[in-house]
């Protein structure tokens, strides 16, 4: 069993930055792949990065390529997601998310367990 909780979000003006965090219990955490999601309004979950189990393999969706760098501390047991450049299109509910298999993050069906979101909002 691994518990996820998201800190960092916030109100942040466009061409800001946020640095959101995931604190995860357990001492398994060093065997999943991480990754984060977003939801906006309206619309359904959708993948924003994952980071493999060792930290060795990222990658993201396009939308956020270039701006958004995922990172993990296996030693704290915590994943990140470093935001710059935030658009208002950015706007969402970030969830953590943890899989056995790193494939398995590209999608939120392969997910094994979620944190329950921090808000980011930014305005133009």
């Known amino acids: 069993q691994v518990q996820l909780v998201e800190s960092g979000g916030g109100l942040v003006q466009a061409g800001g930055s946020l640095r959101l965090s995931c604190a995860a219990s357990?001492?398994?955490?060093?065997?999943?792949?991480m990754g984060w999601f977003r939801q906006a309004p309206g619309k359904e979950r959708e993948f924003v990065a994952a980071i493999s189990a060792s930290g060795g393999t990222t990658d993201y969706a396009d939308s956020v390529k270039g701006r958004f760098t995922i990172s993990r501390d296996n030693a704290e047991n915590t994943v990140y997601l470093q935001m710059n450049s935030l658009k208002p299109e950015d706007t969402a509910v970030y969830y953590c998310?943890?899989?056995?298999?790193?494939?398995?993050?590209?999608?939120?069906?392969?997910?094994?367990?979620w944190g329950k979101g921090t808000l980011v909002t930014v305005s133009s």
């Open positions: 998310a943890a899989a056995g298999l790193y494939t398995n993050l590209k999608t939120a069906y392969g997910v094994n367990y």
């Open positions: 357990g001492r398994t955490f060093r065997r999943y792949a």
